[in-house]
């Protein structure tokens, strides 16, 4: 949000999925940054966790490992360092200043934010576009295919690339 403020280069949209502009647990979020999270991230999480927090039971284990494994290669005070900066941000300017087109993309199954974050969300953004999908909080990375479909939809792919990566 704050990039796309300052537009650079031929930058036509942002897309926020699964996403926020400000504290997205309020002022419990503010006490939760205070917790001792370092010591709290050493511990491995359990995979059932990761399943029902960020993705959803039809999720492929592999998947699910992926996640698990990049979330162990990250320190703990790194880890606990972006956890408070998420519980504690406040992007509400930068977004009521962003010139270029604003896509909201929240995800129908999302258990990490709740559906009132989400759905404030275009609030921040004069002509913010909105939708839902359905799926979990990690919703790019379990469906990936639907979402590049809805916004190749909204036209913000150019569609003379013949390339299909995911985003």
Known sequence: IALATRPAGDLRAIVLVASFVARPLGLLGLLFARLPLTTVLRIRPPLWILRWLLMESATPPELVADVLKAILKVQPKVLASRIREVLTVDRT????KCPVRVVCVAAERDRLLKSTVT??????FPHAETMTKRGPH???QCAPATVRAALSELGLFNRSEEHTSEL
């Open 93 to 96: 300017d930068a977004a009521s």
């Open 119 to 124: 759905r404030a969300l275009p609030g921040y």
């Open 138 to 140: 990690l919703l790019l």
